[in-house]
Structure formats: structure tokens, C-alpha cells
């Protein structure tokens, strides 16, 4: 398995090293529908779906990942899969990898309320915890520090969370 992924990434490291212009590409839209109440299914092109709700406390059912959880897996699982790419490429093998993203927040934002201070409480997380574990046969802890930070910065949502990618907003009323 991971031969195939070093063989993968050693392919297209060298298209785009030749053609770079190949490189950039957009991304495959994430669509989410309101079913109901504060439950809502994303899925994309290839019919993949998740549904999530809102805890009980906030009015949701309580019986799906939230949002926020989502997003918090999807920092995880693209570290993860950043650092198992370039240990495939590196011929590092990985005996374990765990990697667990946690976060804080103030739940007033979320609800819109205002601070002390009269301003909006901030809705997104006020930080976050990234720890990852890990382990190969016959690599350093050094080494393996080194890969995940590299990876880090290899990592698309880790990139956009640690940057913060601008975003560009459109609403289109639906006609009644």
C-alpha cells in the first residue's frame, strides 16, 4: 500500500514539476441541504453524504456530528493523510499515527449574543489544539517531528485554518 502511494505522489510531483499550470485546479463543491428543524445533508458530485444536526441544548437532535466536529475531522484527517503521503514517499514506515484536533468555544457566538464589551462574541473557535502521535520502524523522533511539520505545511485545512483563506460570499434569493 504504501508503494502505491510513493509510486502516486512521485507521478504527479512529476507532471507538475513539467507542468506546473496543471497544479492549480478547483475543488469539488461541498453542497448542504436544511432537511429540517437544524438538520442538514452535505454531499458532493460523486454522491458521498453526511448529515449533521445541533446538540439538544441548542434545539438540534443531538444524534449527528455537529458542524464544528466536522471540521475539526477534517483538520485531522488531512494532517494524517498529508503525514502518511510523505512517509509513503519517503519510504518511512509508519506503525502508528493518531492525530486529535480540539477546540474552545464560546457557544454566545454561535447564538449571536454580545460580549461585555457590547461587541458580537466571536462564533469560530477561540484556539485549537492539534497533537499528533506517532511512531516507524527505524525513524528518529526527530525525524518524525520533522515529517509532520512538513506535512503541516502540506496539509490544504491546516493551511487554510493556519491562514485564514479569504472568502467571497454570494446569496441568491430563491423567488417565492
Known amino acids: 500500500m504504501a508503494q502505491r502511494i510513493a509510486e502516486a505522489v512521485r507521478r504527479a510531483r512529476d507532471v507538475l514539476q513539467h507542468h506546473p499550470q496543471r497544479g492549480l485546479h478547483d475543488d469539488m463543491p461541498a453542497i448542504s441541504h436544511w432537511q429540517h428543524d437544524t438538520r442538514v445533508v452535505s454531499g458532493d458530485a460523486h454522491g458521498t453524504q453526511v448529515l449533521t444536526d445541533i446538540p439538544r441544548e441548542l434545539g438540534g437532535s443531538g444524534d449527528q456530528v455537529t458542524p464544528g466536529w466536522l471540521f475539526r475531522a477534517g483538520v485531522a484527517s488531512c494532517l494524517a493523510t498529508s503525514i502518511a503521503m510523505n512517509a509513503a514517499a519517503e519510504g518511512v514506515e509508519l506503525t502508528l499515527l493518531e492525530v486529535t484536533v480540539s477546540s474552545r468555544t464560546d457557544a454566545r457566538g454561535i447564538l449571536g449574543m454580545k460580549g461585555q464589551d457590547g461587541e458580537q462574541v ?17 525513524a528518529s523522533p526527530a525525524r518524525l517531528c520533522d515529517l509532520v511539520e512538513r506535512s503541516r505545511r502540506c496539509s490544504p485545512i491546516s493551511c487554510a485554518v493556519e491562514n485564514m483563506v479569504r472568502v467571497h460570499m454570494q446569496i441568491d434569493t430563491a423567488a417565492h
Open 122 to 138: 466571536f462564533a469560530g473557535p477561540c484556539d485549537m489544539q492539534w497533537r499528533v502521535r506517532i511512531n516507524a520502524r527505524d
